[in-house]
């Protein structure tokens, strides 16, 4: 599946908040909090720049190995978040979906995220993707598990990579397109566990920009640099 059928997936890594906050005398969580406003810039710009799925690596299973302290609160921040944000996604088309594990996550999170993924469920202009306690390997590992378990009764034009694409969704059963540019900030250049498969083809593109600064003049400089590459996927160049 060589990109989206509703426009591009983008995927970003959004890393750098702690530091951002470490540079201005102030707690990691104060960064965690600058970086939503980020993510409401990306989502705002996203659907105008051609963009029809964005999958943001919100908290790693790894992630677990911070503070109890910070993981609360960025807990907390999620929910914030998300419950504050439905009101203006159902305005702007955003469908939200959540990836990763939910038996590790508090209750009142769960909540949030069900009131949040139920109240845009029926927009369409951009498939907005947070993975929340996730890791690609685990994700591939239960793919392949149901694949395994499962008696096949899905559509018979299904080829097989779609068939594990759509088990590897675990955000309401449907395929995630491959991502066609995964972005990551803060200046490391790294995969760290993050849609290993759907990334098999990715364009991928590096900036030292902390998360919390990041513009959506920033997303439209990465989208206008996949652009100007030539994706050829395992084939030759086009003769000249």
């Known amino acids: 599946m060589q990109g989206s059928h509703n426009g591009l997936h ?10 951002w906050a470490r540079s201005r005398g102030l707690a990691r969580p ?7 406003e980020a993510v409401r810039r990306v989502i705002a710009a ?26 609360e609160r960025l807990f907390a921040i999620f929910e914030d978040f998300l419950f504050a944000e439905p009101t203006e996604w159902i305005a702007s088309g955003v469908r939200l979906t959540v990836t990763g594990r939910r038996d590790r996550l508090p209750a009142s999170l769960l909540d949030t995220i ?8 029926g927009c369409s202009r951009l498939r907005l993707r947070l993975a929340i306690d996730y890791s690609s390997r685990q994700a591939i590992l239960q793919a392949a598990a149901r694949l395994n378990a499962e008696a096949f009764v899905g559509p018979q034009s299904e080829t097989p990579d779609e068939r594990f694409q759509r088990l590897l969704a675990d955000d309401g059963g449907e395929a995630v397109p491959d991502v066609d ?28 920009r902390l998360w919390p600064d990041f513009t959506a003049e920033d997303l439209a400089d990465a989208i206008k640099e996949f652009h100007s590459r030539e994706r050829r996927f395992g084939a030759l160049a086009a003769a000249v």
Request: with cysteine; charged share 20%.
């Open 181 to 208: 540019l995964l972005i990551r900030t803060g200046g490391e250049q790294r995969l760290s566990d993050f849609m290993l498969w759907e990334c098999a083809y990715a364009e991928l593109y590096f900036t030292p």
């Open 114 to 121: 069900g009131y949040a993924e139920s109240a845009t469920s």
């Open 10 to 19: 983008v995927a970003i890594i959004m890393d750098g908040s702690g530091r």
């Open 46 to 71: 996203a659907p105008e720049l051609g963009v029809g799925t964005l999958t943001l690596h919100s908290f790693s299973a790894g992630n677990w190995n911070r503070p109890p302290e910070e993981v």
């Open 30 to 36: 104060e960064g965690h909090r600058a970086g939503v």
